[in-house]
């Protein structure tokens, strides 16, 4: 926990909803500041919004808000899974008509599958190649490669292979015999969504078959993720053609929120073993360090609570700060269900905080619904210092955005110093079927590829059952769902970024040390090397093998102007 007592809060200048944030990462420490003259505020425009701002009445203007990486498809275009984002210039210019001033199609400066960069496999490479003996690609590139592959055979089948000129060799010959395999199921289950997507439920279902024939929840992780990919379309087809009600796919969804609040040698294995639980929590707590600095009464509170765990990180922290001691550490923890859950987690927060001798105190604000949250009910202290912490728990409410729309005002009227938010970093929101399909496929593709790497050879009993029951459902919901039965919306931080813009939210730097946490925590981890690291404006993107999974980003309130 070196480095972090020290203080880093700079005052981000305020941008215009809908416009791109061109924030740069600054390395400057400096100490909390309470002077409103400072942030960048400008009421004109401030006004401005909150003159045009609607509350959210209606899920579906969630789906607005995101930055679809798909273009409109086009009318010529004969498969919509076709368009997957690192070739879709290249497929406008074989399907769109030319004009004098279009440059001539050419697939020369077509990255495939630009994740691939950064020293990792490429595709065009022979396996003879020294460097590369021994390697494999990754559960998400063996998805990529199959995408392309589907793609390719897509435009044959268009009659416009003669303007093909790939320049690599788009075969499965320079792969292993497994890899082949592998890339063969997975295109195979990229045409069944295909199908899906286009209503053709019969053609659906007979390469569905073929994807039984060769996948298993047992077998390598390409095969683990078309076992569950295909399970999902089956159960979409089945919804659509009205063979099961939508209400029975509702009544099996497996609560894992209520999962994780429970201690159990699953929950252990995931956080000892998968770096994207600890990685977050770290740099998450150093934030709210930063800009509790001088502050004697510390006050969090946590609107979604599962385990506890990240405040034992916390109270380590504080209780080797010297320079300021502590008189009080408060967690408030709001819910809306299992409330002997969220007192068996204060329980065991209780007892750790009288090991390492931190004066605590464990509330609980239980509410029927979010619309039934007010200010008082936190008990609010004039002489402490607020923060709020939200570990996936915005993305839980875009299925009720009445609900998240009202907690944004009242976290807004307690004003907290420091807003600290962990979300999903995937676009599983589109409402074009196949643009999510692709998109939580490639997600939880890396996920699986993850799992496999870190749990398999130490664990794999817990392996299977997270990627069956955890894993899993989130596919399935994803997937096979739609209107409000999909409560799984996960959206990108860019979309949350006009999101919270719309109640006076900008986004505040994370500082050297807590991205010193986050690097210094994943060297822990024997597959750490995996996980990557990017800033996405001032956010922190955390991944696996170059595909984000979730973001670390802190907010702050701009005054208000009377």
Same mark, same amino acid.
């Given at each position: 926990?070196?480095?972090?007592?020290?203080?880093?809060?700079?005052?981000?200048?305020?941008?215009?909803?809908?416009?791109?944030?061109?924030?740069?990462?600054?390395?400057?420490? =400096?100490?909390?500041?309470?002077?409103?003259?400072?942030?960048?505020?400008?009421?004109?425009?401030?006004?401005?919004?909150?003159?045009?701002?609607?509350?959210?009445?209606?899920?579906?203007?969630?789906?607005?808000?995101?930055?679809? !990486?798909?273009?409109?498809?086009?009318? =010529?275009?004969?498969?919509?899974?076709?368009?997957?984002?690192?070739?879709?210039?290249?497929?406008?210019?074989? %399907?769109?008509?030319?004009?004098?001033?279009?440059?001539?199609?050419?697939?020369?400066?077509? &990255?495939?599958?630009?994740?691939?960069?950064?020293?990792? *496999?490429?595709?065009?490479?022979?396996?003879?190649?020294?460097?590369?003996?021994?390697?494999?690609?990754?559960?998400? &590139?063996?998805?990529?490669? =199959? @995408?392309?592959?589907?793609?390719?055979?897509?435009?044959?089948?268009?009659? %416009?292979? #003669?303007?093909?000129?790939?320049?690599?060799?788009?075969?499965?010959?320079?792969?292993?015999? &497994?890899?082949?395999?592998? +890339?063969?199921?997975?295109?195979?289950?990229?045409?069944?969504?295909?199908? $899906?997507?286009?209503?053709?439920?019969?053609?659906?279902?007979?390469?569905?078959?073929?994807?039984?024939?060769?996948?298993?929840?047992?077998?390598?992780?390409?095969?683990?993720?078309?076992?569950?990919?295909?399970?999902?379309?089956?159960?979409?087809?089945? *919804?659509?053609?009205?063979?099961?009600?939508?209400?029975?796919?509702?009544?099996?969804?497996?609560?894992?929120?209520?999962?994780?609040?429970?201690?159990?040698?699953?929950?252990?294995?995931?956080?000892?073993?998968?770096?994207?639980?600890?990685?977050?929590?770290?740099?998450?707590?150093?934030?709210?360090?930063?800009? /509790?600095?001088?502050?004697?009464?510390?006050? !969090?509170?946590?609107?979604?609570?599962?385990?506890?765990?990240?405040?034992?990180?916390?109270?380590?922290?504080?209780?080797?700060?010297?320079?300021?001691?502590?008189?009080?550490?408060?967690?408030?923890?709001?819910?809306?269900?299992?409330?002997?859950?969220?007192?068996?987690? +204060?329980?065991?927060?209780?007892?750790?905080?009288?090991?390492?001798?931190?004066?605590?105190?464990?509330?609980?604000?239980?509410?029927?619904? /979010?619309?039934?949250?007010?200010?008082?009910?936190?008990?609010?202290?004039?002489?402490?210092?607020?923060?709020?912490?939200?570990?996936? =728990?915005?993305?839980?409410?875009?299925?009720?955005?009445?609900?998240?729309?009202?907690?944004?005002?009242?976290?807004?009227?307690?004003?907290?110093? $420091?807003?600290?938010?962990?979300?999903?970093?995937?676009?599983?929101?589109? *409402?074009?079927?196949?643009?999510?399909?692709? &998109?939580?496929?490639?997600?939880?593709?890396?996920?699986?590829?993850? %799992?496999?790497?870190?749990?398999?050879?130490?664990?794999?009993?817990?392996? /299977?059952?997270?990627?069956?029951?955890?894993?899993?459902?989130?596919?399935?919901?994803?997937?096979?769902?739609?209107?409000?039965?999909?409560?799984?919306?996960?959206?990108?931080?860019?979309?949350?970024?006009?999101?919270?813009?719309?109640?006076?939210? %900008?986004?505040?730097?994370?500082?050297?040390?807590?991205?010193?946490?986050?690097?210094?925590?994943?060297?822990?981890?024997?597959?750490?090397?995996?996980?990557?690291?990017? /800033?996405? @404006?001032?956010?922190?993107?955390?991944?696996?093998?170059?595909?984000?999974?979730? #973001?670390?980003?802190?907010?702050?309130?701009?005054?208000?102007?009377?």
């Amino acid at each position: 926990m070196e480095g972090m007592n020290r203080g880093k809060y700079e005052p981000d200048d305020w941008e215009e909803f809908g416009t791109g944030s061109d924030d740069c990462f600054s390395s400057d420490y =400096a100490l909390p500041h309470k002077d409103s003259s400072e942030g960048g505020c400008r009421p004109s425009k401030f006004e401005q919004l909150e003159q045009q701002k609607e509350p959210f009445s209606d899920y579906r203007q969630f789906e607005d808000l995101e930055l679809d !990486v798909f273009c409109p498809l086009l009318p =010529a275009c004969p498969n919509q899974i076709a368009m997957l984002p690192e070739i879709q210039e290249e497929i406008e210019d074989i %399907v769109a008509p030319k004009t004098q001033n279009e440059r001539p199609f050419s697939l020369s400066t077509l &990255e495939l599958l630009k994740d691939y960069t950064k020293g990792r *496999r490429r595709l065009n490479v022979e396996p003879s190649d020294a460097n590369l003996a021994g390697q494999k690609l990754s559960t998400e &590139e063996i998805m990529r490669f =199959a @995408g392309v592959k589907f793609i390719q055979s897509s435009i044959q089948m268009a009659g %416009v292979a #003669s303007l093909l000129k790939y320049p690599y060799d788009l075969s499965f010959s320079g792969l292993s015999d &497994e890899e082949t395999k592998n +890339g063969e199921l997975a295109e195979c289950m990229l045409a069944s969504a295909e199908k $899906v997507g286009n209503q053709q439920y019969d053609s659906a279902r007979r390469l569905l078959n073929q994807c039984d024939l060769l996948s298993s929840n047992t077998g390598n992780p390409v095969q683990r993720v078309v076992y569950y990919f295909s399970e999902a379309l089956r159960k979409r087809i089945d *919804r659509e053609t009205g063979k099961v009600a939508s209400q029975s796919l509702e009544s099996d969804l497996f609560d894992v929120y209520e999962a994780v609040m429970i201690p159990n040698p699953i929950i252990q294995a995931c956080y000892e073993g998968i770096p994207f639980y600890q990685v977050p929590h770290f740099a998450g707590t150093q934030a709210i360090l930063e800009n /509790m600095a001088e502050a004697k009464r510390i006050h !969090v509170i946590d609107l979604k609570i599962s385990n506890g765990l990240q405040w034992t990180v916390l109270m380590h922290a504080l209780a080797s700060r010297n320079e300021c001691p502590l008189e009080l550490l408060k967690i408030t923890a709001v819910g809306t269900n299992s409330k002997q859950h969220i007192e068996d987690t +204060g329980n065991r927060l209780k007892s750790f905080a009288q090991t390492t001798n931190i004066p605590f105190s464990f509330k609980i604000v239980m509410v029927s619904s /979010m619309l039934d949250l007010k200010e008082d009910l936190f008990e609010l202290d004039a002489d402490e210092q607020l923060a709020v912490y939200s570990e996936y =728990a915005l993305k839980s409410l875009i299925v009720q955005p009445n609900q998240l729309g009202h907690l944004m005002e009242v976290l807004r009227s307690i004003n907290p110093c $420091v807003l600290v938010m962990i979300e999903i970093e995937a676009n599983h929101n589109s *409402r074009v079927f196949v643009h999510r399909f692709i &998109e939580t496929l490639f997600y939880f593709s890396a996920y699986f590829d993850c %799992v496999d790497a870190c749990l398999e050879h130490n664990d794999p009993s817990s392996r /299977m059952i997270i990627e069956s029951i955890y894993l899993g459902e989130g596919i399935r919901n994803i997937v096979a769902s739609e209107g409000e039965e999909r409560k799984i919306r996960n959206v990108k931080i860019d979309v949350w970024r006009k999101f919270l813009a719309q109640f006076g939210m %900008v986004e505040t730097e994370l500082s050297e040390a807590s991205l010193y946490q986050a690097n210094f925590v994943i060297k822990k981890f024997a597959f750490g090397s995996c996980c990557t690291f990017d /800033m996405d @404006g001032k956010s922190l993107l955390i991944g696996w093998k170059g595909t984000p999974i979730l #973001s670390l980003s802190t907010w702050k309130f701009m005054p208000q102007v009377s």
